[in-house]
């Protein structure tokens, strides 16, 4: 099954400042690559994904790159905010497609 | 809301008590999920349901048992349990079961388990 590693667990960054956390991955039939951010308190949400046909994506401040080749993806966070702060995790599917399989998450702090 | 309900939000139950989580999903997806969330495995896949049938059981202990009466409803038994089974018990469904790679899940709130 999907192996999905991330880093770090947790991240502070001045306010401002960019965030980058990192995944890698072990199968390479997976061609679909989610972010979820969980707050304090509630449910993850999807706030980006990506597909093996390109290699970034790009809304507003939020981007996440794709290297197929070496099987890792990046979330990037440019000029963070506060409301930044959470918990990011992401995620590829199995090789059946049926399910994700989750990082096992980054805490990023932004420090005002 | 999401689309994906849960209720209840919090629960706390003691360990000879029997209680049970529902989601409930009006998306018009034909896949849900339990998983579980705690400090150790942040997010932990227990089940999968697709069209109302059990595709996955992941190795889950029996005090935990699952029914998926049609396909916008999914609830989580739970009867006996350890104080170690205390966590976040989050629902998600997908589109499409076999093309999650296509669509992704959409999680309800959780449920906020508390056994004492």
């Known amino acids: 099954g999907e192996n999905v590693e991330q880093h770090p667990s947790t991240l502070s960054v001045q306010e401002g400042d960019s965030a980058v956390i990192k995944c890698t991955y072990s199968?390479?039939?997976?061609?679909?690559f989610p972010w979820y951010k969980q707050e304090l308190g509630k449910r993850p949400q999807l706030i980006i994904d990506?597909?093996?046909?390109?290699g970034e994506k790009k809304d507003q401040r939020i981007a996440v790159t794709l290297n197929k080749t070496a099987k890792h993806f990046s979330l990037h966070i440019t000029e963070t905010q506060p409301e930044d702060s959470a918990v990011y995790f992401c995620a590829a599917p199995s090789f059946g497609n049926e399910k994700l399989t989750f990082g096992t998450g980054t805490r990023l702090t932004i420090i005002p | 809301e999401t689309g994906v309900t849960q209720t209840p939000r919090h629960l706390v139950m003691g360990m000879t008590n029997k209680k049970s989580l529902k989601c409930e999903q009006h998306l018009g997806h034909n896949a849900m999920y339990w998983y579980k969330q705690s400090a150790k495995k942040p997010l932990e896949l227990m089940f999968v349901?697709?069209?109302?049938?059990?595709?996955e059981n992941n190795s889950v202990p029996s005090r935990f048992s699952p029914e998926c009466p049609n396909s916008s409803h999914l609830f989580l038994h739970l009867h006996t349990l350890q104080p170690e089974d205390s966590a976040l018990y989050l629902c998600?469904?997908?589109?499409?079961?076999?093309?999650?790679?296509?669509?992704?899940?959409?999680f309800g709130s959780g449920t906020r388990l508390t056994v004492v």
């Open positions: 990506i597909r093996s046909n390109v």
């Open positions: 199968d390479s039939a997976s061609n679909y």
């Open positions: 998600a469904s997908s589109q499409e079961w076999d093309r999650v790679g296509n669509y992704g899940y959409t």
């Open positions: 349901y697709s069209l109302e049938e059990r595709v």
